[in-house]
């Protein structure tokens, strides 16, 4: 199975993002989305599961929850779109909600700067600002490939 990751789009989706996202099984909006229209885009590739951010206002702020959490293929998935480290309240929540209460993957966005760590057993995964260039940060999406024996693979991709 493969995932779209994305974030930061604030209204606009880089047009490379379509090229990428092409055959994926599902899209992760991390927050930021900034118009139902990018949302109505993106599931033009595949389903789409996304959270609000601090820009995003009515109505993506009714129609989205703050924090996802979710399991896909046997991965346990919290996304967010402001991360503030894995014993905030928030993370903690999600936990409750999992199965095992063993979280693979925390997805974020808000910094526009792409990352991928682990923590432990925890993959941190920011995707970066898939909009347009803002700072001097580099944009950038994710692909997010899970095995048939359930390994979970995050990776960075530069749009530029």
């Known amino acids: 199975m493969e995932i779209g990751v994305i974030a930061d789009t604030h209204g606009h989706v880089n047009p490379k993002v379509y090229d990428i996202f092409a055959g994926v099984d599902q899209i992760l909006h991390a927050g930021d ?6 949302i109505t885009s993106l599931e033009t590739l595949a389903p789409v599961q996304a959270v609000y951010g601090n820009v995003d206002t009515f109505p993506i702020s009714t129609n989205y929850p703050e924090t996802l959490t979710t399991q896909i293929a046997g991965v346990n998935i919290c996304m967010t779109h402001i991360y503030t480290g894995l014993e905030s309240n928030l993370v903690q929540e999600a936990l409750k909600q999992l199965p095992g209460q063993r ?3 925390l997805i974020y966005g808000h910094s526009h700067q792409a990352k991928l760590e682990r923590v432990g057993n925890t993959y941190l995964f920011n995707p970066g600002s898939a909009g347009r260039k803002r700072f001097s ?3 950038a999406v994710g692909l997010l490939k899970i095995t048939e024996s359930g390994a979970c693979l995050p990776q960075i991709i530069y749009l530029e």
């Not at 989305?33 to 990018?38: A, C, L």
Request: negative net charge.
């Open 103 to 105: 979280l693979d993957l």
């Open 33 to 38: 989305i900034g118009g139902v229209d990018i």
């Open 137 to 139: 940060v580099r944009p």
